[in-house]
C-alpha cells in the first residue's frame, strides 16, 4: 500500500502565480480531504470530497482556491493567484470511513 | 464551532519517562484518535478510539475514550527519542463529515 501521495513535497512560487497541488489517495477510499497546516492556526480542513463530489468547501480561504477531483484516484487543489500568506503545508487525507484518515507527507508551499 | 483542548502544548521529558497528555472538549464525540506528526511529514494514526470508557494499547502507547464522550487521554510509557513529534487528538461526532483536530502536544525528549 503506497499511501496518500502528494506531489510536489515542496513548492517557492512568486506571489501572483498559479500553484496546483496533487493528491492521490489511498486506492478505495472514498473520501478525501485537503488541509492547511500554520504554526498560528494548526491544522485547517479546507474542502472534502466523498465519492468525487465536494461536500464541504467551507474552510476554503477565499475564490482564489479551487479543487478538484475528476476522478477516484486524484485530486488538485489549486490556488490563483498565489499570495506570501498562503505560505503553509497542504495536506490531503483519504480515508473509508471519515473517523480514520490517513494523511500524505504534504506540500510545503511558500510564496515569495 | 467545536473545538478540541488539548493539553500541554509541549512537553520536555528525559528519556524513559512516561508521558501524559489529554483532550477535552465541551461537546460529546462518538470516536477519539490520536496521531503524530513527525517532522517533515504528514500525521499518522495511531489509536482510534470507538466507546466510552474504551481503553486501546499500540506497544508503549495507551489511549482512552473518556466515560463523559468529551475527553481522552494519551499515555506513553518508557519514552524513547524516535517518540519525538507531534501528537493530535482528533474527535469525530456521529454523521459529522469531518474530523476536528486539537491543537497538538510537541514533546521533545533530552537523552
Known amino acids: 500500500d503506497a499511501g496518500v501521495i502528494q506531489s510536489p513535497r515542496h513548492e517557492v512560487t512568486e506571489m501572483g502565480q498559479e500553484v496546483t497541488l496533487r493528491c492521490k489517495p489511498i486506492s478505495g477510499h472514498n473520501s478525501l480531504f485537503w488541509y492547511r497546516q500554520t504554526m498560528m492556526r494548526g491544522l485547517e480542513l479546507l474542502i472534502y470530497?466523498?465519492?468525487?463530489?465536494?461536500?464541504?468547501d467551507s474552510g476554503m480561504p477565499e475564490d482564489r482556491f479551487s479543487a478538484k477531483m475528476p476522478n477516484a484516484s486524484f485530486s488538485t487543489l489549486k490556488i490563483q493567484p498565489s499570495e506570501p500568506r498562503d505560505s503553509a503545508v497542504y495536506f490531503c487525507a483519504s480515508s473509508i470511513r471519515v473517523a480514520e484518515a490517513f494523511f500524505g507527507q504534504g506540500t510545503r508551499l511558500t510564496v515569495v | 464551532g467545536q473545538q478540541l483542548n488539548q493539553s500541554p502544548q509541549s512537553m520536555f521529558i528525559q528519556e524513559g519517562e512516561d508521558v501524559s497528555m489529554n483532550c477535552t472538549s465541551s461537546?460529546?464525540?462518538?470516536?477519539w484518535l490520536w496521531y503524530k506528526q513527525d517532522p517533515g511529514e504528514g500525521p499518522v494514526l495511531l489509536i482510534a478510539l470507538y466507546k466510552a470508557g474504551e481503553l486501546t494499547s499500540n506497544g508503549r502507547l495507551t489511549a482512552q475514550f473518556g466515560i463523559t464522550r468529551k475527553d481522552s487521554f494519551l499515555n506513553i510509557s518508557a519514552s524513547i527519542p524516535s517518540d519525538v513529534g507531534i501528537y493530535f487528538c482528533a474527535g469525530h461526532r456521529q454523521g459529522a463529515q469531518k474530523l476536528v483536530f486539537g491543537q497538538g502536544t510537541r514533546l521533545t525528549i533530552n537523552p
Open positions: 470530497f466523498n465519492n468525487n463530489v465536494p461536500i464541504d
Open positions: 461537546s460529546i464525540f462518538n470516536t
